[in-house]
């Protein structure tokens, strides 16, 4: 007879802790952990490009702070709740006034994940959700495969756009554009 065993549930606090015991690289979604697998090149490589892309804008334009991936953004307490995007930028008017030594406790304006291989529809909905339900402005989810970027905002509108149309920060990142294939070239 198989015994069931009860879920772990953390809280952020211990999910702190437990992040600098551990080589592994996690997110906290609902109290329970979930681990991340390595990225691949491709991953790595259009992640880095959205970085160049964008930072360099919003640092031209003292927009305010861009995030690396890996960056820990607290979305909730309770549930608690922890994700960490490959991409993130907030404004400075949303910013915190110093960093802290700990998991940002503010939320980004805008967020980008990078599809990986081994990711589901459902996994990439979920985040998407998440980031929008907790006050992210926009959403890009970059899919290499398709070499498409959808921008997801809030009220589960989204648009996709392909490798010849120009991506635009609307009205969160005011005045950046791009070509999609600059993010895969």
Same mark, same amino acid.
């Given at each position: 007879?198989?015994? @069931?065993?009860? =879920?772990?549930?953390? *809280?952020? +606090?211990?999910?702190w /802790? &437990?992040?600098?015991?551990? +080589? =592994?690289?996690?997110?906290? %979604?609902?109290?329970? &952990?979930?681990?991340? @697998?390595? @990225?691949n090149d491709e991953h790595g490589y259009i992640t880095m490009q959205i970085a160049?892309? %964008?930072a360099q804008f919003v640092k031209q334009h003292q927009l305010g702070y861009t995030f690396?991936?890996?960056? $820990?953004?607290?979305?909730?307490e309770e549930p608690a709740t922890v994700r960490a995007p490959d991409f993130a930028y907030v404004s400075r008017e949303r910013a915190p006034e110093r960093w802290s030594?700990?998991?940002?406790?503010?939320?980004? +304006?805008?967020?980008?994940e990078v599809v990986s291989p081994t990711d *589901?529809? $459902?996994e990439v909905a979920q985040e998407? /959700?998440?980031?929008?339900?907790?006050?992210?402005?926009m959403v890009w989810v970059v899919d290499p495969a398709t070499r498409t970027v959808a921008v997801h905002r809030g009220g589960g509108t989204f648009r996709i756009y392909?490798?010849?149309?120009?991506l635009s920060g609307e009205d969160v990142l005011p005045g950046f554009v791009c070509k999609v294939s600059e993010i895969f070239s």
């Open positions: 007879m198989a015994v @069931a065993t009860e =879920k772990r549930i953390y *809280t952020v +606090d211990e999910f /802790q &437990l992040c600098y015991q551990t +080589d =592994k690289r996690l997110e906290l %979604v609902r109290g329970e &952990l979930r681990e991340l @697998a390595p @990225a160049v892309v %964008v690396a991936a890996e960056t $820990g953004f607290v979305l909730s030594r700990y998991f940002a406790r503010f939320v980004p +304006d805008l967020v980008a *589901t529809y $459902g998407v /959700q998440d980031w929008l339900d907790f006050g992210v402005r392909g490798e010849e149309d120009t």
